[in-house]
Nanobody, 124 residues
Framework: QLRLVESGGGLVQPGGSLRLSCAAS????????VGWFRQAPGKEREGVSC????????NYADSERGRFTVSRDNAKNTVYLQMNSLKPEDTAIYYC?????????????????WGQGTQVTVSS
């Protein structure tokens, strides 16, 4: 069974950092591009960042560029999202998903069903 499990969320003060993990089971994550998405209350889900399967090239939504870093550890079958300088507007449930291709911009096409996500709350 193909499965992705997100973890690492929590409550952090503005300006703080979190590292999210996206662990795969049942398949080799290295064979896929992976995207991070988030959904804030009352808003549509949006793309945050992605990483390609081959060269590990990355793309970011404009509001996250310079603050977030996506990476992958193929030996651990895991993709990470390092989030720095967090802002209250980053508060959302964060999801990862296999995507068709990690292209410029943030309109990445997710494959498969969504997991439970991990809650990130930025508040003082």
């Amino acid at each position: 069974q193909l499965r992705l499990v997100e973890s690492g969320g929590g409550l952090v003060q503005p300006g703080g950092s979190l590292r999210l993990s996206c662990a795969a089971s049942g398949f080799t994550l290295a064979n896929y591009a992976v995207g991070w998405f988030r959904q804030a209350p009352g808003k549509e889900r949006e793309g945050v960042s992605c990483i390609s399967s081959s060269r590990g090239s990355t793309n970011y939504a404009d509001s996250e560029r310079g603050r977030f870093t996506v990476s992958r550890d193929n030996a651990k079958n895991t993709v990470y999202l390092q989030m720095n300088s967090l802002k209250p507007e980053d508060t959302a449930i964060y999801y990862c998903a296999r995507i068709l291709m990690c292209t410029d911009g943030s309109s990445w096409y997710p494959l498969g069903s969504w997991g439970q996500g991990t809650q990130v709350t930025v508040s003082s």
